[in-house]
């Protein structure tokens, strides 16, 4: 029994998965997030999806394996990461018309090379104490009154570059600088952890205010991240903050077909799937993130923490393009250290 | 004397030359996600670099520097310190102590700083329990030292990497410094000027090994600094690579570290220099314990325990809390078997060629030219000193290559090309994991057959044994200890190893510590947790096993070193 099983083991790993209808998912996206509705579509269409959770080096793997490579579906958190395999010719056009109906414009490419398939906030969490605060703008952040007040994950994680290369895009180099260097001056830490973490330290009164994402505060208020994540959650405030004038920065998960996908069919067949009505419910009631689909269904949980959503109105894609200006920047203000 | 001269012997010629074009083959390896990152490099341009020195090296330098000197120093004091305490005392609890000051090597640094910054978080138990004995309401009214800093990172990567230091230097003071040592103490030296003047100096080499392998698992470390919020070069390394999609400035950054590395290596080596420490063909004796009584007994014993504490214990206890209570929620993970038998088997794949390998690389010196078989192993050692995901993305081009070239051949002679069987293979893993530790291997088969008195392969050579009969039947069964601990050494690594798995693995596959990657990616910390303790628990069993070879083996040791058999 234990011989078959392991035999079975390096079978696999040197024949690799086979079954007769399949699709090869690879993505950046931790797999234990988006199984249910992987599990989901193979209960429902009988195709296998094999995944691969690769975080770090997707383009470069997918890049060279070549001609011949195995994935079909290149799944990313992070609009300017989808974006880079589009560059990198990794990624082919794609028709549809059920992708086009279910995804609006603004949150996919004209040429069907990418589309998004959820979406997530960039928002406030506070201190319980704090009861005056109401609303606040992410150019607020920079205020001198929440000096040694406030709490981050690194500059350099694509949520903070997306987020100052939203600003960018806002005002420009030299204002977003001033700004940079000013929410720095209020930082209560070194920018370190994650967003959760953010939550924790307002608890423990490290700081005041912090930014996280809104998917977060469904994981943790939920409990499923255990009692002691619950407590974290439920220990702060939630506000949905804006753009002075304008709406809250959001970033989105999104998938391309793989330029070589053996599986093509598949891989399309999947993507319409995951933009369906069922699995756009899904993603709010698996992951607590904003469906695309307009009309789909959003987790109660995040609805009553967080209000309605409007979406600033800087398109995703130029926020794409000024990625790479916002890590220098980091760097040049020196934020993370 | 085996030198030059074997490889000019005749009979010896076609032998030498098939292992010398095994060697080449084998540095080709090696070297081929260097040469790869040297291409991607050279695709940049030098854009970055004004960028990089106004305003990104300086605070990595200083940084970098400051974490490499820190965690030194305290793995070499922890290390050293308690390699001494074990071996020249004699106190209750000492064997106990003996086997429990390795267990600091089967933490992961990246599970030890998620560990202690649940434990030591303001409103985490420690702080909490804390505050409750002093009466202290609010966390603001008791304001600890940060762990997310520099010297949090340095305490805590020092006490788990200490063991890299402790298990050469303790096999040193055990064999070889004995004799020494005991002349110090009937000269009337004092405990602590033996130990300053003569047990350390002697230990200089083990001590610099063990602290070269700890300093370049700190080095390349990216979990914990990266929590931790220490931005060290292989941070900014992956930030240039990850964040701005800079492939080539990744690449070229990193170059500019491994030439670093390499200088280092190599000045330490120069300031080494025949200060090997062969030893005698007589029987060596074993050192002699000092037994201590009373208050220093316990004294000692406490003192020996703390890193034990702290490196394993604590983390330890925390991981199995947790883990209990992630079991009675929800059951283990139900894939939790699949991953264990993938762990177990690319892990043990890899570690069976990276010990013969790195006994047969360690030993080049002895059976060919001494300065080509030196050069190997400097090669050979070569993938260590880079960082884990930029060894792996360098190896990605070199593997395609090879799949491409087999594609090509089959096409010629059969007319198909088979799938991709170098990259998502486990073959991609197995070849990482070799290229990223065979260093470790040749370093302690390296010190294991530098242990063996010279005179006894030369005695091989001379009665009519090649080289390769006296490597298998005199060099091999006396270094044996020191390649089956190498062998564990790059066991342990590989089941640690994260960031070349998660890039390099096939499809449907999860190690261990991918499962725990993501699961912490996700933030279910505590759903992680069980696989957190099987790596810890995995990592355990060559440390168990390393003990048992540890003490009687040295015996067994001893008696092989004076009854060669013939």
Known sequence: MKAT?????????????????????????????????????????????????????LAERVAAEGARAKADVLMTVDVGNLIDLVDRDLAQPVRSSVLEAAVPATLRDADGRWFALSMRARVLYADKDLSDLKAITYEGLADPKWTGGLCLRSGQHPYNTALIAHHLVKHGPEKTEAWLRAVKANLARKPAGGDRDVARDILADTCQIGIGNSYYVGLMRSGRGGPEQQKWGDGIKVVMPTFAGGGTHVNISGAVVSKTAPNREEAVKLLEYLVSDEAQGLYAKADYEYPVKAGAPIDPLLTSALGPLTIDAVPLVEIARNRKAASLLVDKVGFDN | MTGAASALSPTVRPRALAWSAA????????????????????????????????????????????????????????????????????????????????????????????????LMHP???????????????????????????????????????????????????????????????????????????????????????????????????????EFLGVRTLTVQVYATWVNRSDLAG?????????????????????????????????????????????????????????????????????????????????GL??????????????????????????????????????????ALIRVASLGYALPGAILAIGLLGPLALADATLAAGTMQLFGVAPALIGLGTGGALVTAYLVRFLAVSIGTCEAGLGRVPRSLPDAGRMLGRGPGATLARVQLPLAWPAVV????????????????TLLLRPLNVETLATHLYGEAARGTYEDGTVAALLIVAVGLVPVVVLLRLGTPRADHADRRLTEPRP
């Open chain 2, 485 to 500: 601990s190498g062998a564990l050494l790059v066991f342990v690594d590989c089941v640690k190893e994260l960031p070349a």
């Open chain 2, 23 to 118: 060697a080449l083959a084998l540095c080709a390896l090696v070297l081929s996600p260097v040469v790869a990152l040297v291409v991607a490099a050279g695709e940049g341009s030098g854009a970055l670099w004004p960028h990089l020195v106004a305003h990104v090296l300086p605070q990595a330098l200083w940084d970098t520097g400051l974490l490499l000197a820190g965690v030194g120093a305290l793995v070499i004091v922890l290390g050293a310190g308690s390699a001494w305490l074990v071996a020249a005392y004699e106190f209750p609890g000492r064997r106990l102590l003996e086997a429990g000051l390795l267990l600091p090597m089967a933490v992961p640094t990246y599970i030890i700083a998620f560990a202690y910054l649940d």
């Open chain 2, 250 to 330: 990744a690449a070229q950054i990193a170059l500019v570290m491994l030439v670093a590395v390499v200088a280092l290596v190599a000045v330490e080596r120069w300031a080494r220099a025949g200060r090997g420490f062969a030893g005698t063909a007589q029987r060596p004796r074993r050192l002699a314990r000092r037994r201590l009584t009373g208050f220093r007994a316990w004294g000692a014993l406490g003192l020996g325990l703390m890193p034990v504490a702290i490196g394993f214990a604590i983390p330890a206890s925390y991981l199995v809390h947790s883990a209990l209570r992630r079991v009675m929620r929800s």
């Open chain 2, 123 to 225: 409103i985490g138990p420690v702080q909490t329990t804390l505050r409750d004995m002093l009466g202290y309401a609010r966390p603001r009214d008791l304001v600890l030292p940060e762990l997310r800093s520099l010297p949090g990172c340095i305490l805590l990567l020092g006490f788990v990497l200490y063991p890299y230091v402790y298990l050469p230097t303790r096999a040193l003071f055990l064999m070889q410094a004995a004799n020494l040592i005991e002349a110090a103490r009937m000269l009337g030296r004092s405990p602590s000027a033996t130990f300053f003047r003569i047990a350390l100096p002697m230990a200089r080499p083990a001590i610099a090994l063990g602290a070269s392998l700890a300093l370049m698992e700190a080095l390349n470390d990216i979990g914990a600094a």
């Open chain 1, 5 to 57: 099983g392991f035999a079975g083991i390096v079978l696999a790993a040197l024949i690799g998965p086979a079954s007769a209808a399949e699709v090869n998912l690879y993505t950046t996206r931790e797999p234990g997030l988006i199984r249910p509705l992987l599990d989901a579509y193979t209960a429902k269409s009988g195709v296998t999806v094999n995944t691969v959770f690769v975080e770090k080096g």
């Open chain 2, 333 to 374: 993970p139900e894939t939790i078997l699949a991953e264990i038998g993938h762990t177990l088997l690319y892990a043990g794949v890899a570690t069976v060629i990276a010990a013969a390998l790195g006994f047969v690389v360690a030993a080049g010196p002895g059976l060919l030219s001494r300065r080509f078989g030196r």
